[in-house]
């Protein structure tokens, strides 16, 4: 069993749609809780992350960390055609957000326009 | 600021090839982390160096070696090429403080095809 788990998708959504991402862990020592956006052939993008449990909001992007159910989700609001990417939820145990960092599989997110 | 630059950006080896893959961290980072991302797969960690050293290792045969230089710049090494290290290496950098959170910046990677 791989200690984060992401539906690979593909997700098709209209342009404007909310958008729910996924991931679940099985590592109850994760403390750090990112997500990254990678676009093809580039590489990833830090859009978030959260410590411990709650959650955070950046503009149209919201994380949700829930350790008690080791369930974390981010949550795209007005969806754009440039939001089109793929979507890495990744984590880590270590000292910071730069140590050792887990990442899931990856979402490929499309936005219809 | 020029952020994380690797280089080659492509490359192609033939099996039981050697291969050096290079990585200037972001100006004021001192910390570098190397992935390897199959295709359609995330990230994986390979190792982190800070201080010269080799600090955190994944996963990874010892194969693959790393280096880092008083000028926090790193090398990645893999020697014995099998098809299987096609993938894309990615260089991270970030710093370590006392406040303990940064964030890792990713490189755009090296491409790796070994035939």
């Known amino acids: 069993q791989k200690e984060v788990e992401q539906d690979p998708g593909p997700l098709s959504v209209p342009e404007g749609a909310i958008v729910s991402l996924n991931c679940t862990y099985s590592n109850s020592a994760f403390q750090y809780f990112m997500w990254y956006r990678q676009y093809s052939r580039k590489g990833p993008e830090l859009l978030m992350y959260?410590?411990?449990?709650g959650n955070k909001e950046d503009g149209r992007f919201t994380a949700q960390v829930d350790k008690s159910s080791k369930y974390i989700s981010l949550f795209i609001r007005d969806s754009q055609p440039s939001d089109s990417a793929t979507y890495l939820c990744?984590?880590?145990?270590?000292?910071?957000?730069?140590?050792?960092?887990?990442f899931g599989s990856g979402t490929r997110l499309s936005i219809r326009p | 600021d020029a952020g994380v630059t690797q280089s080659p950006t492509h490359l192609i080896k033939t099996r039981g090839q050697q291969v050096t893959l290079r990585c200037s961290p972001k100006s004021g980072h001192d910390t570098v982390s190397w992935y390897q991302q199959a295709l359609g797969q995330g990230p994986q960690f390979i190792f982190q160096y800070y201080e010269e050293e080799e600090r955190q290792r994944g996963n990874f045969p010892d194969r693959f070696s790393g280096h880092q230089f008083p000028n926090y710049s790193s090398e990645l090494n893999v020697n014995a090429l099998l098809l299987g290290d096609s993938a894309l290496y990615l260089c991270?950098?970030?710093?370590?403080?006392?406040?303990?959170?940064?964030?890792?910046?990713f490189g755009q990677g090296t491409r790796l095809t070994v035939v």
């Open positions: 991270a950098s970030s710093s370590k403080d006392r406040v303990g959170n940064t964030e890792a910046f």
């Open positions: 990744a984590m880590s145990a270590g000292w910071s957000s730069a140590s050792k960092i887990i």
């Open positions: 959260t410590y411990s449990s």
